[in-house]
């Protein structure tokens, strides 16, 4: 590169082929010879472009392009390593035209989900200097519309938020241009998800409460040739939302701490089973200290209205989220995975055979 007008330094790179991947990083040196690159990782990092592949929709639909190695797409694609959370560098571009260097990718499904390309989607990390659109450090991509409801799902958040009285998350209709071609196509962008951007915008001090993920615990059985932990098959063990243990332990890995996991408090989750344990007269004394009870219903009520028969709302003992106020009263949202049709898990496991 060299020095121009006005300071600037450029440089030319050479021509390449339609759809290439081109991955760069800049040397600077100084007059002592002192050097620094840019990104800092130099040839670690991956700061990428990509030549026109001819594959953005141009009809008004928002592209979402993510660009990886193909050796890093085809490494987290491998049997091994499908249910790794590790993430990977990528560049992502949105809608053509905001570019995100620094960022960090892995899969996203569930253990029986991420080996099945039409079931599989994305979880994007951003740099704290790079939010999503000056506001997100993550978002996910699910594209799984051949599994039903699939990315018609959004029709029951559009139904709930203009519904009054349930808070919906905010999600967009994207067409994901995947660093494995055969995943390109439609997909559902999951913004504002129910995290602490989410629950500040909601509740007065809403990211000081505690956010639960109800959840099976779905762990591996078998091993290939070489030890490696296999996904399938499976065994899995769940816990009834009627706990009665004071032990946090035996709450941790069935009601997943989603947010403020330093604070390490299980308590407001515990007091709530607890509690479910009662009937009767002994059931309502109290409840109101324990539960935020128009909230809840109004919040299991559509979860129940969904027809899906895979969630908390049904009686599953998984899919279901668990919100503690910051007063510490429950409510339960009207969460995504608990509004399907059919078996489609797509929270992160820890293939780490839990402690019991």
């Known amino acids: 590169?060299?020095?121009?007008?006005?300071?600037?330094?450029s440089g030319q790179v050479p021509g390449q082929s339609s759809g290439?991947?081109?991955?760069?990083?800049?040397?600077?040196?100084?007059?002592?010879?002192a050097t620094q690159t840019f990104p800092q990782e130099g040839p670690d990092s991956r700061a990428m472009y990509q030549v026109n592949d001819g594959l953005a929709a141009t009809n008004g639909w928002q592209n979402f392009r993510i660009i990886m190695t193909a050796a890093d797409s085809s490494f987290q694609h491998r049997s091994i390593e499908v249910m790794s959370n590790?993430?990977?560098?990528?560049?992502?571009?949105?809608?053509?035209?905001?570019i995100y260097y620094g960022c960090g990718v892995r899969l996203k499904s569930s253990q029986r989900g991420r080996a099945n390309l039409n079931r599989v989607g994305y979880s994007v990390r951003f740099p704290?200097?790079?939010?999503?659109?000056?506001?997100?450090d993550s978002v996910a991509i699910d594209r799984s519309e051949s599994q039903r409801p699939g990315q018609r799902e959004l029709l029951f958040d559009i139904m709930i938020a203009n519904s009054n009285g349930v808070i919906s998350r905010y999600y967009d209709f994207v067409k994901v241009l995947a660093p494995n071609s055969s995943l390109t196509g439609g997909g559902l962008l999951q913004m504002a998800r129910y995290g602490d951007v989410f629950l500040d915008s909601q509740f007065d001090k809403g990211g000081d409460?505690?956010?639960?993920?109800?959840?099976?615990?779905?762990?591996?059985?078998?091993?290939?040739g070489n030890g490696f932990k296999r996904p399938q098959p499976d065994s899995v063990t769940g816990s009834s939302v009627s706990n009665a243990s004071d032990d946090p332990e035996l709450y941790r890995w069935f009601f997943l701490n989603k947010n403020n996991r330093e604070a390490d408090n299980f308590a407001p989750i515990m007091a709530y089973n607890q509690h479910f344990r009662n009937s009767g007269a002994s059931f309502d004394a109290g409840l109101e200290d324990v539960v935020d009870v128009d909230s809840w219903f109004r919040g299991m009520a559509y979860a129940v209205l969904s027809g899906a028969g895979d969630n908390a709302g049904s009686g599953s003992q998984h899919n279901g989220m668990y919100y503690a106020r910051p007063d510490g009263r429950i409510m339960f949202l009207p969460a995504r995975h608990g509004l399907r049709c059919c078996r489609r898990e797509s929270y992160s496991i820890d293939l780490r055979q839990p402690r019991m």
């Open 128 to 136: 704290s200097d790079g939010l999503y659109r000056g506001a997100l």
């Open 86 to 98: 590790d993430r990977l560098g990528a560049t992502i571009i949105d809608r053509e035209g905001d």
């Open 209 to 224: 409460g505690q956010l639960y993920e109800y959840e099976l615990i779905y762990y591996p059985t078998s091993e290939d």
């Open 20 to 33: 290439a991947r081109v991955q760069f990083y800049l040397t600077g040196a100084d007059s002592t010879g």
């Open 1 to 9: 590169m060299g020095g121009g007008a006005g300071g600037l330094y």
